[in-house]
C-alpha cells in the first residue's frame, strides 16, 4: 500500500525547501501530490482539498489524509492580530 503525501504550497522561494525536503524524504512506498495554490479560484480542487483538510498556513503537509500536527496552526485570526496589538491607536510618548 502507498502513503499518499500531499504538500500545500505558494510556489514561493519559502515553500520550495519544504517540498525538496518531502521529496528527499520519501521512499519507493510514498506518492507526493504537491498542490501549490498560487492564482487558484474559488472551486479549484487543490483548494477544495486544502479547506477539507483544515490548511491555514503554508506551506503545509498531509500524509494519508491527515495534516500533520506541525501544520495544524490556526493561521492569522482577528484575536491573533489584536493581541499584537493591531488596531489599536500606538500610546502617546512623553517629550524628552
Not at 500531499?6 to 521512499?27: H, Q, R
Not at 512506498?29 to 477544495?48: F, K, M, Q, Y
Not at 503545509?60 to 496589538?85: H, R, S, Y
Amino acid at each position: 500500500m502507498k502513503r499518499i503525501i500531499e504538500v500545500f504550497t505558494a510556489g514561493c522561494p519559502l515553500c520550495n525547501p519544504v517540498v525538496e525536503l518531502v521529496k528527499s524524504t520519501a521512499c519507493p512506498s510514498c506518492d507526493i501530490i504537491t498542490h501549490n495554490l498560487a492564482g487558484t479560484e474559488a472551486g479549484n480542487p487543490a483548494l477544495r482539498r486544502a479547506r477539507l483538510l483544515g490548511v491555514q498556513t503554508l506551506p503545509a503537509v498531509a500524509v494519508n489524509g491527515a495534516l500533520l500536527p506541525c501544520c495544524q496552526g490556526d493561521g492569522i485570526t482577528k484575536e491573533a492580530l489584536e493581541a499584537a496589538g493591531i488596531g489599536k491607536a500606538m500610546p502617546a510618548t512623553e517629550p524628552a
